[in-house]
């Protein structure tokens, strides 16, 4: 009876989705973080050919190469015309932009992705998961935010490449890693790379999200659905293992990138590097899961606002 009940749901949604107009790669999403998230923030060098060129509270990051550049996330719809604005004003072009890897499928990160690969001609990457997502322009059926409906949309990617936990991908002489790192969604995955400066090479993690956020209803701690813990707790154990010089999180508070940068800015020469970034990260995370769900155990239902 469950199998026929979820069954009928997904093929009303698929029904549902199939009559709502697909977001244009323009469009402009409204949240109540939405204007937080997008104020204006100067790009500046991570470290090496790494470049932040995100927005205030959404992160995005330029690996540039001899043969073309790898850019990681896009934030909202209405911030790819600010990630572009930044790739130029660091001197680079958007057109050398080949690649264009997700984090995870929510208009926040991924909305920008569109325009993006429109205006760099680039092409998308995402997990087997999170490419379903990106080419339908909403979250995938499992995601623990699909319940919020069409207020969860934003602009479809056509064409996204397929990668698999541990793949390396390779531009000219730029190699990502994806590590599939799922929980936040089905899809969720964290990037990996290393960027040098002179003969000095520096483990970088660009990580998703670990937070247990969920539409109203949905119980990371349902009986029927095991593996909605026990996976997020994989993830969290996976980046704490990481080789992890320096930490970029899908929202940059997570890894206080910008007071790191300030401090940098102000002479400590390694103030964004930190050998535990990675654990701490991940320690919060195991912290924040427990209590989720001692939430859950206290309340019969209960869920999240959209975002994080």
């Known amino acids: ?7 009928a749901a997904l093929w009303c949604a698929s029904l549902a989705a199939a009559a709502t107009p697909a977001l244009e790669p323009d469009a402009s999403i409204e949240c109540d ?21 995100g927005v205030r509270g959404l992160s995005s990051v330029l690996i540039v190469g001899s043969e073309g550049s790898i850019l990681l996330d896009g934030a909202l719809p209405q911030s790819a015309p600010l990630i572009e604005a930044h790739i130029r004003l660091l001197g680079f072009r958007v057109e050398d932009v080949r690649l264009i890897g997700n984090s995870h499928a929510h ?14 001609g680039g092409r998308a990457l ?22 919020f409906g069409e207020s969860a949309r934003f602009p479809p990617v056509p064409n996204v490449r397929r990668v698999r936990d541990g793949e390396r991908i390779e531009l000219g002489d ?24 002179g003969t000095r090479c520096l483990d970088i993690v660009y990580a998703d999200s670990l937070n247990a956020v969920s539409a109203p209803g949905f119980r990371f701690s349902d009986p029927a659905y ?15 293992a990481l080789p992890c010089d320096v930490l970029v999180t899908v929202h940059p508070e997570f890894s206080r990138i910008f007071e790191r940068a300030a401090r940098r800015t102000a002479g400590e020469a390694d103030a964004l590097v930190d050998a535990s970034a990675c654990r ?29």
Do not use: K
């Not at 995402?126 to 909403?138: D, F, N, P």
């Open 33 to 53: 973080n939405c204007a937080g998230w997008n104020a204006e923030q100067p790009p500046f060098r991570i470290y090496g050919n790494s470049w932040f060129v």
């Open 107 to 120: 208009y926040d990160h991924a909305g920008g992705i569109a325009a993006l690969v429109r205006d760099s």
């Open 1 to 7: 009876m469950r199998i026929a009940v979820a069954f």
């Open 174 to 197: 730029l190699a990502v890693t994806a590590r599939a790192t799922p929980g936040h969604t089905p899809g969720s995955t964290t990037w990996t790379w290393r960027s040098c400066e």
């Open 280 to 308: 701490a990260y991940a320690a919060d995370a195991s912290v924040r899961l427990d209590a989720r769900l001692a939430g859950e155990r206290a309340h019969p239902v209960q869920g999240q606002s959209q975002g994080q």
């Open 226 to 240: 095991p593996e909605r813990e026990s996976r997020l707790r994989r993830s969290i154990a996976a980046i704490e």
């Open 126 to 147: 995402a997990s087997a998961e999170g490419a379903v997502a990106l080419e339908s322009g909403r979250p995938h059926p499992d995601d623990p935010q699909a319940g």
